[in-house]
């Protein structure tokens, strides 16, 4: 893979590519993965801590 992560977003952002919805759903997924990461970690703290 040639592109940056800074080419991609500006590529997304641009909306004119077939690539645009699969970039951003990644993108997407990618944050709500991470965020369900943290909030399970949190959880399973307070679960053994408790």
Do not use: H, N
């Not at 641009?14 to 993108?27: C, I, K, V």
Request: glycine share 4%; net charge negative; with cysteine.
């Amino acid at each position: 893979m040639t592109e940056s992560p800074k080419d991609l977003v500006d590529e997304a952002q641009r909306g004119r590519s077939e690539r645009t919805p699969w970039l951003a759903l990644t993108g997407v997924t990618i944050a709500v993965a991470a965020l369900v990461c943290v909030i399970l970690a949190v959880a399973l703290i307070v679960y053994f801590v408790a």
